[in-house]
């Protein structure tokens, strides 16, 4: 396929649009009709520094690089409203792969009811994938900032379980291994963004953000934002009932992955101790005055891991 | 700098927000304050793709990527309102690199009033420059479709001049030759987004697309979407005195830069007979019932030369 089939089978998969989209993919620009406020973030999977192409079919690599452009979204609560898809595709990716790739990102922006309304493609030696999400608030975005001494703090599913998939990948260079350990790499390959639970807690809670860069350095974040610290019980953090099993198994120390594994793609919230929030995530802490994040095991305090991060918006 | 560094580095610079920017650089994704419809597009430059590095500086290089993707909010009539900036950063660039990259966003976000508020840093082995630009219509935004036969056929600027200037640095590696030669490279060098000219033909132009593809594969979608043709005078093309000298000194054909050159990142719209645009660009042809793009020479018809085609949206 030259550029402008290539185009003309994206506009024959997201060509249809969806509420709010006056003009879709084959203008200049997308326009949609703006209600509310309205949220964009960017991200960008790059191979061999986000992903490599052995660990897993394209289509699955491009529906984990869309969630994970979408659950900042959520991590505003905000309503998905549309996408801009950019990719740039070395020659090794073909028209198979191509085609691989759209109908992976297709999966992800109906799952989560975000159309893909343009975009841009682009020729180059190293595969990535990039994707804007834009949104709109129903009320007021939630924010880094905002908790406040006293503030629960919680957290949705289980925010260590794709980091520690990650390390089987990255350790073995495919699923492999226990049952549990292959459970945790399909964690990995499939997150969901949170947009039902980002707006859920619009108007609930007093601060979000979405836990990218693991937890530890996400919940620094918060709380510096914030202008507050936090306290986090190290057993009430959710995760896989064999995660210290598959650590063993990988020889690696499961406080890496839980507290400073990235990918996790899980909100990290805080709530008013009157606010009742158990529908969306489990409570792993407490908001306190001061500043930084004292981690707590049985009485013990646990060193902060170093982290990675990547994201300034 | 490390990446949290380098965050700061851009917060510093572009923390300061515009109107209607709600929240900016440092949360988990921008919030603009809406009204009218939004615009959303996104471009990517890639290293040795759009670009070579020996060409110009970073700084440079920047500038014009910004430029190319503002050149869309251009071509659909709308006002800019904010940036996201998605840099992949090889370790070549380095921190002077970094900071070159940035400045030159700056000047050119600063240029049209397109602040930054956000975005996103990867590393990586390719050098990509990608940018999301967000605007508001004031009415309905412009679009390629809504030509009719009788509407007199524009453009701003002088449509082939940056496509010979790139021929320049293509062939010679950097700007060389003669004075004109020099002048035509820094017009590819310094691309202006034709905000301006946009928000002026909105309820006045029938149709509009930015040239970034080539004056005729840019007029060819204009008239497919608007479902007429169009017939185009050569001699009416605006371009540098010393172009035809210019192309005669690199050995090219003046008509492949002046019909098929992209990177003009000029407006070609349409008008109406009764409706007076010359305060915006000049008259180079008209529209005609039928489909196709016909360009004569003085009573000869000159075929379309083969371009190419990147963007779908």
């Known amino acids: 396929m030259d550029?402008?089939?290539?185009?003309a089978a994206l506009t024959a998969r997201f060509g249809g649009g969806g509420p709010g989209v006056i003009v879709g993919i084959g203008d200049d620009a997308a326009v949609l009709r703006a209600s509310g406020d309205l949220v964009a973030t960017v991200d960008v999977a790059v191979?061999?520094?986000?992903?490599?192409?052995?660990?897993?079919?394209?289509?699955?690599?491009?529906?984990?690089?869309?969630?994970?452009?979408?659950?900042?979204?959520?991590?505003?609560?905000?309503?998905?409203?549309g996408a801009l898809l950019s990719l740039v595709l070395p020659a090794s990716v073909g028209d198979d792969g191509f085609l691989e790739l759209v109908a992976g990102v297709e999966r992800a922006a109906s799952t989560i009811g975000?159309?893909?309304?343009?975009?841009?493609?682009?020729?180059?030696?190293?595969?990535?994938?990039?994707?804007?999400?834009?949104?709109a608030t129903a009320g007021e975005a939630l924010r880094?900032?905002?908790?406040?001494?006293?503030d629960g703090l919680f957290v949705t599913g289980r925010p260590g379980d794709r980091a520690l998939g990650l390390e089987v990948l990255l350790r073995r260079g495919a699923p492999s291994g226990s049952a549990a350990a292959r459970a945790l790499v399909e964690a990995w390959l499939e997150p969901l963004a949170r947009v039902d639970a980002g707006r859920?807690?619009?108007?609930?809670?007093?601060?979000?953000?979405d836990v990218s860069d693991g937890l530890l350095m996400d919940l620094d974040h918060?709380?510096?934002?914030?202008?507050?610290?936090?306290?986090?019980?190290?057993?009430?953090?959710?995760?896989?009932?064999?995660?210290?099993?598959?650590?063993?198994?990988?020889?690696?120390?499961?406080?890496?992955?839980l507290l400073?594994?990235?990918?996790?793609?899980?909100?990290?919230?805080?709530?008013?101790?009157?606010?009742?929030?158990?529908?969306?995530g489990a409570r792993i802490g407490s908001i306190v005055a001061g500043s930084g994040v004292e981690v707590v095991d049985r009485g013990v305090t646990v060193r902060r891991p170093a982290t990675g991060h990547r994201h300034f918006g």
């Open 144 to 150: 880094r900032r905002g908790a406040r001494p006293g």
């Open 200 to 209: 859920a807690l619009v108007g609930r809670a007093t601060a979000a953000i």
């Open 114 to 135: 975000c159309p893909v309304i343009g975009g841009n493609l682009s020729a180059g030696t190293e595969l990535s994938i990039g994707t804007t999400a834009l949104g």
């Open 47 to 81: 191979e061999d520094v986000h992903f490599r192409r052995a660990w897993a079919p394209l289509e699955r690599l491009a529906y984990r690089a869309f969630m994970a452009a979408a659950s900042d979204l959520a991590a505003m609560g905000a309503e998905p409203r």
């Open 260 to 280: 400073g594994g990235g990918d996790a793609y899980e909100l990290l919230f805080t709530a008013p101790p009157d606010v009742d929030v158990s529908d969306v």
């Open 3 to 7: 550029e402008l089939e290539r185009i």
């Open 222 to 257: 918060l709380v510096g934002a914030s202008g507050v610290g936090a306290r986090v019980e190290l057993g009430a953090i959710p995760r896989h009932d064999d995660f210290e099993a598959v650590a063993s198994e990988l020889g690696v120390d499961p406080l890496a992955p």
